[in-house]
């Protein structure tokens, strides 16, 4: 039988790169061939922080960056091709998530819940002559979910084979964990709260660095016990899940908002000290209020963080902790991978079951197909 292969891309919340697996099943355990992180150039990336941010941006950026994103896109699965020496008809699909822009999974006045990610499937297709799946997160919706997060239905499906008690933990910009116990005949799993994202807004804000190498500007600075109490105090956090968050939660301003409550100005290193500690204690809570003991596998950039690694595994010292490199997957590489599944299950016809994560009524078809 050929070997069918599978291109899965995303940008995630830290739009820190385009994310790119080239990937086959062999009995639904993935193959993967080749994994590479493509730049994204930095206009770009202001265009889509502005769109974020939701400040200044109108239709017009809006429809701009949709294509300019797709585009890259493309120019990233192409790249990914060539270099294997692919023909179009080499890939069965491209599975692409795009760029979230907003994410609102809970109803506002209108009674609306939504989610916007851009990056042009149809440009995609167009430019790649591959058939692309995208806009994965929306059917989920309409069936009543979240939308987000849908990694963990993928991470039962790979790692949910365990006869002891296992937990995948996806340091992204956001931080999401999925709770494959044996007690639990199917996992559940969701947004804790921030992983990277505040760490990388404040010092992008304070030194304009994209992101703490290693935590070493955490690591300078000291916890502010008044400040950690304020940011603790935010509803989210003691939410029941299904939940799920992103930047329109977690942003600067949600920050400076708590910075003005302190009676005395905070060291910029001691905010980021304090938000590393805010990253690592809210992750810890949820999982031990889960768990006392078990293993704990770790993908995302965030493993990356080594003082944030350190703290995890010092407020976590009952379990195993690894990174999902130990079961034969790269933790920068496991979103990107996710989504060549859920575009083979779509190709394939096969509804995907992320109501445990999600909320949904029922499994879904998740994603559109366009053809070349
Ligand atoms: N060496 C490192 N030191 C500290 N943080 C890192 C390092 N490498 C990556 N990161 C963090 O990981 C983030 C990217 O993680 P990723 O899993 O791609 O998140 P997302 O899914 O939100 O894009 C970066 O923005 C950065 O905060
Ligand atoms: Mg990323």
Redesign the pocket.
Known sequence: MKRELYIGM????????V?CALVSFNNGVPVVHDFE?FEIPQPLKTMVSSLIRNETADLKTYGTADILVGRLFAESALTMMQKHNLAPEDITAIGSHGQTIWHQPVADMHNSRFTIQIGDPNTIAHMTKVTTVADFRRHDMAAGGQGAPLAPAFHQAIFGKSSSARLIL?????ANITVLSPSHAIGFGYDTGP???L??QWIRHSNGQ??????GWAKSGKVNALLLDLMLDEPYFLLPHPKSTGRELFNLSWLQTKLTLLPEPCKPEDVQATLLELSALTIAQQITNHLTAGEILV????I???V?MERLTGLLSGFRIASTNQYGLNP?SV?AVAFAWFSQQTMLGLPIDFSPYTGACKPVIAGGIYQV
Not at 10 to 17: E, F, P
Not at 170 to 174: A, K, P, Q, T, Y
């Open positions: 995303l940008s995630g919340t830290s739009m820190d790169a994310d992180s996806n340091l992204g910009g956001i992983a990277n994202t760490l990388d994209e992101f703490d190498e290693d935590g993908c995302g950039g965030g990356h963080n080594r944030l920068d979103e």
